[in-house]
């Protein structure tokens, strides 16, 4: 007999009632777990507090070894739209040690996470229009809604496009339309994200969870071993981006967002960059 024991591993009722605040949990009993992050039942709202849950859950969900494939979206009709109205409080009594907290320790843990510490398959579904969609871009598979759009608002509310969505974009997009995207806020529809390689399918949002389901069941249908080493291959490009950019992305950005010595996460920030997508523009200035 060993000398020492097994630490425990994570068990799903606990870190659904821990997670409770922050994602609906649903597990079936072949380990399909689809979680829906959202903010008092509804779409999700940017805060200090679930931008570090996130990490926080994509660590628990890679150590707990009964989780084997994750369905990742969010609820409502949007998926991240808006800000917390008293989200930033923490940011804005002290910047400069939230811009290390939140933003660059928490931001890069969220993406690296996703990418490295879960050797599942994961599925995103975009279930509406948002920014920060890069968490759900950078699954394996990637579902959208056909009112989804895509789009980053960090140049427009003088942010720098550097923790995360900025590796996500030039990945899928290539230089060009990255640069693009990131630069104008250009809102990206369903129908284009579908075009440039950023999602797989567009459904109906009312289909989404259930076709998530149908392609979780072909994925299962092969032997454990061969569906968490396939995920080793599908995410090497990731890796290497984020190996390549992540760091240095982020920061880049915290330089930017000390420099103006003040937050740049108020919902007014965050709220009007949202306005022309909800009006359906694909470009701000247009």
Known sequence: MSLQEFLPTPRFEEYQETFADF??????????????????GGPIQLSVQNHRALGQFLKIVGA?????????????DEFMMDSDPEGFELEQDDVAHWAYEYAYKDGRINVSSLVNDLEIPTIGLVNGPGFHSEILLMCDLTLCSEQARIYDLHYGISSVPGDGIHSCFEELLGVKRAAY??????????KTALAYGMVNEVLPADQLVDRAYRIADHIMAQPRTIRRLTTQIIRRPWKQ?????????????MFGHLAKGRAVHSR??????GDYVREGRTLPFD
């Not at 994602?23 to 008092?40: M, P, S």
């Open 23 to 40: 994602f609906t949990l649903d597990r079936r009993d072949d380990g399909v777990l689809l979680a829906r992050a959202h903010t008092k």
């Open 64 to 76: 707990d070894p009964e989780n084997e494939l994750l369905i990742l979206t969010g609820s409502g």
């Open 181 to 190: 995207a990131m630069l104008t806020g250009q809102s990206i529809d369903a």
């Open 241 to 253: 981006r984020i190996a390549d950019d992540l760091d240095g992305g982020f920061g880049i950005q």
């Open 268 to 273: 007014e920030h965050i709220a009007s960059r």
